[in-house]
């Protein structure tokens, strides 16, 4: 291991954060380049490059295109659920996002329009994101394993004024009906977009409803047909949002995540050589979906950005046919780097504990593997360290952050690992770990993990259209910092542990998702008074739903046809991905005396963590009854 440059880039960050971040920006193409790198008087802490103008998508191809990689391949796709590889270069992604970007100005979208993208892991879903981002139009992509109603909220919130979705996804087993889906949100919604532009795939014709729905290929192949021409990038403020992201929050309402266009593309190009050691010609592959913070950051924007070669891959990590899908992949396709969530190593592990699929392939072109989106137990990191023989990096992130808070940078030179631990703080972040007071705590102690502001380029500036809210979410707590609502410490080297969440944000296979939303859709529930709803530990996906339900007195259904509906109910409202499968009937829940709902000792009963009786209580002897309904039931499957 040699000597790492991470510390002095760090030192020469935090002596002089503009000069750092005004370096970076140089190594993109401006319309106008900045002049200002930091305003701290803009927007509600600050804003990057306030005075240049930009295009991110110019950045993302045209510029590639222009340098000489315009026949390198910019996106493989490769889905085994369909049964389909494709690969398009530059110059073809350029024209593929030129054309649908002519379209979408036909259907009247302008600069700061938005538009609902919803669809599966095909390269159209990055070609959309880009068309939007071309035009100036600022998308908001919805991940497919969510409900009618979540689209819905998300339509009503960003209020687009056209939707772009495909027929169908595919999961193993079954083909995902989006369109009915589509249409049920859409008549849900009090806003109605004016258009929708539909991607027909092979496996499902959708109904198309007449002067709403469009056919893409139809639409786009006229304009081919029309000899329409190149279409120049919509110079945008930096400051112009580039994309909302919507993401759990504690309620409900998901939080619009608003990404800008000038500070995130210096940041995100910073990331691939310092962080993932990514040069241009090189393929990058998350394997996550485009509904997701990594799939817009790392499998459309980031490898774009750096001219590296992205992988769109619609699969899982096992049974697309079996646990060698991602050995695979990363022979076929010369991978470099693969990112994914700790979730996929342990279903791969689960099925292949010796890993005999990976004496079939050769693995010699990957240099690293990142994990991140969910705490790595040291036994998965191993496992992999010791079957792939390269490092094996955590890193910790957020959908607001938009790139790593921490890590370990391999473009810099990699630290030494310490298993538990995403490694140190990435240039940018300055990070504290407070107590309640806002007081910092020593080396070894938890505490809440705050960043102190401003947050660096490419992180979230404000929440669409509730600035509020942003305040009250993430600046309140104390004063001059944003607060990761991640709780964790740093040890005397320095290095941060990430140990779970303050609020009731879960993660369920790499996937964020809220008890608070889920509470409110067992409580819609006509036979349920109360209900608590906690996260679970499992072996595979990390943590899973648990729900507890009291019923209002008078009610006789029986309790199985009751969990049952409640099951049936979460998976119609927020949607399978929020893999919750089991209620527990019970005739009260343990509160405080000021009647907050134990929430805490109830996980760790579930888990058979050793817990203590906290000294509020109501009646103890609930806690029991907990107890005793968790052991009879069966949370098997
Ligand atoms: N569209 C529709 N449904 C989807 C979906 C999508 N894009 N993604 C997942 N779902 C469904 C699944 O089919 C499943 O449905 P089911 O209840 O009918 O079986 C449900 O949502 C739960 O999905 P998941 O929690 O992912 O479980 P799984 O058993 O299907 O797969 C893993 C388990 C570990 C293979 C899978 O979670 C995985 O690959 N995880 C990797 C983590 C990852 O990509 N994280 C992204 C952030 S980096
Ligand atoms: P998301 O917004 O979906 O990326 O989820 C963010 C949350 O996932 C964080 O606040 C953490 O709780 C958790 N998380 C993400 N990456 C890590 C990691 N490397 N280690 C521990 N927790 C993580």
Same mark, same amino acid.
């Given at each position: 291991m040699g000597t790492s440059r991470y510390h002095d880039i760090y030192a020469r960050w935090m002596k002089d954060p503009q000069g750092f971040w005004g370096e970076q920006a140089g190594a993109l193409d401006w319309i106008t380049p900045p002049k200002t790198v930091f305003d701290a008087e803009a927007g509600v802490y600050g804003r990057w490059f306030p005075d240049g103008v930009c295009n991110t998508t110019a950045n993302c191809l045209d510029r590639h295109v222009r340098d000489g990689r315009g026949e390198q391949p910019a996106l493989i796709y490769d889905s085994p659920l369909a049964d389909t590889k494709r690969v398009l270069t530059y110059a073809e992604l350029l024209r593929e996002v030129e054309v649908l970007g002519h379209a979408l100005r036909r259907f009247n979208v302008a600069k700061g329009d938005r538009v609902i993208i919803y669809m599966p892991m095909i390269p159209e879903a990055v070609v959309a994101m880009l068309a939007c981002a071309r035009i100036g139009a600022i998308h908001s992509v919805v991940f497919g394993g969510f409900a009618a109603h979540e689209l819905a909220t998300r339509i009503d919130d960003a209020q687009p004024k056209m939707i772009l979705a495909a027929s169908c996804g595919i999961e193993p087993g079954r083909v995902v009906h989006y369109k009915p889906l589509l249409d049920r949100a859409i008549e849900e919604a009090k806003h109605k977009p004016s258009n929708c532009l539909i991607f027909q795939r092979p496996q499902e014709t959708a109904g198309l409803i007449e002067g709403r729905d469009q056919d893409w290929a139809k639409t786009c192949e006229g304009l081919k047909a029309e000899g329409i021409g190149p279409l120049a990038p919509e110079p945008m403020k930096a400051t112009d949002p580039l994309y909302i992201l919507y993401t759990s929050g504690t309620t409900g309402k998901p939080k619009g995540v608003v990404r800008d266009n000038g500070g995130h593309m210096v940041a995100l190009n910073w990331t691939m050589g310092a962080i993932y050691d990514i040069q241009p010609g090189d393929v990058y592959w998350a394997a996550s979906d485009v509904g997701w913070v990594v799939g817009h950051s790392y499998i459309c924007?980031?490898?774009?950005?750096?001219?590296?070669?992205?992988?769109?891959?619609?699969?899982?990590?096992?049974?697309?046919?079996?646990?060698?899908?991602?050995w695979r992949m990363i022979s076929e396709h010369n991978i470099k780097v693969l990112f994914?969530?700790?979730?996929?190593?342990?279903?791969?592990k689960k099925e292949d504990p010796k890993a005999e699929y990976l004496g079939k392939y050769d693995l010699s072109g990957l240099k690293a593997l990142f994990l991140a989106g969910e705490r790595a137990d040291p036994d998965t990191v191993k496992w992999a360290e010791d079957i792939l023989k390269v490092p094996v990096i955590d890193h910790w992130w957020q959908t607001e952050t938009g790139w790593a808070i921490a890590g370990n940078p391999l473009g810099l030179g990699?630290?030494?690992?310490?298993?538990?631990?995403?490694?140190?703080?990435?240039?940018?972040?300055?990070?504290?770990?407070?107590?309640?007071?806002?007081?910092? !705590?020593? +080396?070894? &102690?938890?505490?809440?993990?705050?960043?102190? @502001? *401003?947050?660096?380029?490419?992180?979230?500036?404000?929440?669409?259209?509730?600035?509020?809210?942003?305040?009250?979410?993430?600046?309140?707590?104390?004063?001059?910092?944003?607060?990761?609502?991640d709780a964790g410490y740093r040890d005397e080297d320095g290095y941060l542990f990430i140990m779970g969440r303050t609020d009731d944000i879960i993660n369920v296979a790499g996937h964020r998702l809220s008890t608070g939303g889920m509470e409110e859709v067992l409580s819609s529930h006509?036979?349920?008074?109360?209900?608590?709803?906690?996260?679970?530990?499992?072996?595979?996906?990390?943590?899973?739903?648990?729900?507890?339900?009291?019923?209002?007195?008078?009610?006789?259904?029986?309790?199985?046809?009751?969990?049952?509906?409640?099951?049936?109910?979460?998976?119609?409202?927020?949607?399978? !991905?929020? +893999?919750? &499968?089991?209620?527990?009937?019970?005739?009260? @829940? *343990?509160?405080?005396?000021?009647?907050?709902?134990?929430?805490?000792?109830?996980?760790?009963?579930?888990?058979?963590?050793?817990?203590?009786?906290?000294?509020?209580?109501?009646?103890?002897?609930?806690?029991?009854?907990?107890?005793?309904?968790?052991?009879?039931?069966?949370?098997?499957?």
């Open positions: 924007y980031a490898p774009l950005l750096r001219g590296a070669t992205t992988v769109v891959y619609e699969g899982k990590p096992v049974g697309t046919p079996d646990p060698g899908a991602f994914t969530a700790p979730t996929a190593f342990r279903a791969i990699i630290l030494p690992v310490k298993y538990g631990s995403p490694t140190v703080p990435m240039p940018g972040h300055e990070i504290h770990i407070l107590d309640e007071t806002g007081k910092e !705590v020593e +080396a070894g &102690k938890m505490g809440t993990i705050a960043i102190k @502001l *401003p947050l660096p380029p490419g992180c979230l500036p404000t929440l669409w259209n509730a600035e509020e809210r942003f305040r009250s979410s993430y600046l309140n707590e104390f004063h001059g910092y944003y607060s990761t609502s006509p036979s349920v008074a109360e209900c608590a709803v906690i996260g679970a530990k499992d072996s595979l996906k990390g943590e899973v739903p648990l729900g507890f339900v009291v019923l209002k007195s008078g009610v006789n259904t029986s309790h199985a046809d009751i969990a049952k509906d409640c099951v049936r109910l979460v998976r119609d409202q927020i949607g399978p !991905v929020a +893999a919750f &499968k089991h209620t527990l009937v019970v005739n009260r @829940l *343990p509160k405080t005396r000021s009647g907050k709902i134990l929430r805490g000792t109830m996980k760790k009963i579930a888990d058979g963590d050793a817990w203590s009786m906290p000294a509020t209580i109501d009646d103890p002897v609930i806690l029991d009854e907990i107890a005793k309904a968790l052991g009879e039931a069966n949370l098997k499957g």
